[in-house]
């Protein structure tokens, strides 16, 4: 229940920051009481830029991602403020993690219609300020806009020991292929977050259906669509393994597995070119019985009339982790992370999939893709 | 003449990143080899977030500034798309600026409609790198997505000596109100193009007229709205006079001069208050006679209706700095840049201007404030 319908044009952009302000402090189960020392950013609140105290030299490097997210673009109907707010620092986490990145800060650019509802602007700045309190990043400063619709830009800003960072490069013939968790479960969400919004009776006849396969499956497939999760700690476990005898590779999967399989190999390609290695050939071998989906996860996907590989590899938005590790890593790093071994790195040229009935499949690049 | 009629669509989101790290290597007269080791950037371009090499220790903060520009909020019919670019890079280095900081990288984050030409695309990219290249901060990052209007979130990232920091707040009583350039002349800008685009026959008329006072003043006017630029070697002048016996404040005018008179009152008043000091009395008086204005401004702000004062104190957007300094600095200063003392700090709790004829009259916050 709405408490109020005063509205955002009411405060005004400065009433809005101070109020973000404000919310940082009452939200925040930290209050900014985080690890780090913010004495400097309550010094900085209201000034032209955020000032923070940060210390890092010859050894590491400054990461910085910027993400944007647009409402009719990022948001599936049936997301709430809350979750819009949250997703917009999941995102740029994912990419700091993804990297291996210590946490700096988070400066959040946030865009809205001004007849938005000042109680929605607060659930979408509490989205926020969860995020960032789960992550350990801090609100470090921002902007306040009009819009037609929601447009939240955000940049996160970390760092991370030059010979620790983990590039999408830097892989070798028989290197596994690892995913961090199961995918396919966001798209499954997004799938039925559609079906619903265009027909409503068809939804639940299929719900019906699915209730009784599995009744949490869709819980956790819509959770995963409204409130994604960055793999903040498997980065940092991924970081500490990356030592020259033990390389690790990895990038966050944001348009579908198939997809970043490409672009590790590009990266990889580009990255051996730049060093004078001029001949390229490497691939990527996986197996459908080494993929981590249970057998409800298929019989559901039939149900939607989808096929569940496509769901698996060319929608993303899941934020697990593809990276690559040597096989010496393998054991050592099951203590400290669940993960899956799904294929692994070849000699050959091609991106390829050995089928449960063993014939073997190209898997084309085809991904989610902005402005195509 | 466009060349071509390709659209961003026919690209795709991969497409124009790529594009932008073409662009940055031919379009930028430095071609990424700025003063600063940028071998790092080669090395992460294209991976999930952009990894520089800084050094910051214990005595500086690092500065960060966002700010988002939404084509129907903050581009002017009449901009082109150099010019978009160009003021996104400009905005957040002038927030830097303000602050006194040296630049260390700028992410762009571009959202455009499918059907944008992409040759416009090119011309707004080589915008921003044309504004990167003149205030030296290498493009080390970004994003691009689909909206339906242009919408450019920029970031700035810089360093700066923790006691060299250029604040809002930290003047005293007696203290000089200064401002490092004329105002007005980009809400001048603003006013023509208005009446370009509602009355092409007054516009002209009205033009015919300006052109008899000074032919140079319509362009001037016009470029200021359209390609400002930030007061960055001035923000550096400033702060290396801000040490403990030469205290200098300092923001960048952005929503009007008169605006600013009360962020930067505020922002003392509560750096003194965190302070323990309790009872505040400043106030600002400056002196219509003091204001560098020419009698042409005014004569043809009277010729479009409008009040010269309201276009100098009322709509901001010059990225002119707003700074105090204590009266000891005076003789120095004018010797390393251009700016005027327009008024003092005062110990009364009010913000008024003494008009030419004697008068005094009180100066209203009333700024440009989006969502209001």
């Known amino acids: 229940m709405k408490t109020s319908q005063i509205k955002v044009s009411e405060i005004g952009e400065k009433g809005l920051i101070e109020r973000i302000i404000e919310k940082s402090k009452t939200c925040s189960i930290y209050g900014f009481d985080y690890d780090m020392d913010l004495s400097n950013f ?63 800060g988070f400066l959040l650019n946030i865009a809205i219609p001004k007849d938005t509802l000042l109680d929605d602007f607060d659930d979408l700045i509490c989205g926020v300020i969860s995020a960032c309190d789960n992550y350990s990043i801090p609100l470090i400063g921002g902007d306040t806009n009009e819009a037609n619709e929601i447009i939240i830009s955000g940049t996160a ?50 719900i019906y259906k699915i209730n009784q396969i599995d009744p949490t499956i869709i819980d956790l497939a819509l959770l995963k669509a409204l409130k994604p999760e960055a793999k903040y700690e498997e980065g940092h476990i991924l970081r500490d393994c990356n030592i020259e005898s033990n390389r690790v590779s990895a990038t966050d999967i944001t348009d579908g597995l198939a997809s970043e399989f490409y672009e590790i190999l590009n990266s990889d390609k580009k990255y051996c070119h730049d060093n004078n290695s001029n001949s390229y050939t490497k691939g990527i071998r996986i197996y459908e019985v080494k993929l981590p989906v249970e057998n409800e996860f298929k019989e559901i996907a039939n149900i939607l009339g989808l096929s569940y590989l496509d769901l698996f590899m060319h929608i993303g938005e899941d934020f697990e982790f593809l990276f690559t590790i040597n096989e010496e890593l393998r054991d050592q790093l099951s203590t400290e992370m669940n993960y899956y071994v799904i294929g692994e790195i070849t000699g050959d040229d091609t991106v390829e999939i050995v089928l449960s009935n063993g014939q073997i499949e190209k898997i084309s690049s085809r991904g989610y893709l902005h402005l195509k």
Chains 1, 2 share one sequence.
Do not use: R, W
């Open 42 to 104: 309550a010094t900085s609140i209201g000034d032209d830029s955020a000032l923070t105290s940060i210390d890092i030299d010859d050894n590491s490097y400054l990461v910085t991602s910027t993400d944007m997210l647009i409402q009719s673009s990022h948001f599936p109907k049936g997301m709430t403020y809350f979750q819009m707010g949250y997703k917009s620092v999941v995102v740029n986490v994912s990419d700091l993690a993804s990297m291996g990145a210590d946490n700096i």
């Open 157 to 206: 800003i970390g760092q991370v020991y030059k010979d620790k960072a983990l590039m999408k490069y830097g892989f070798e013939k028989g290197d596994l292929v690892c995913i961090s968790g199961e995918l396919g479960y966001a798209a499954l969400g997004f799938e039925l977050l559609d079906l619903k919004e265009k027909d409503p009776d068809l939804y639940q006849e299929k």
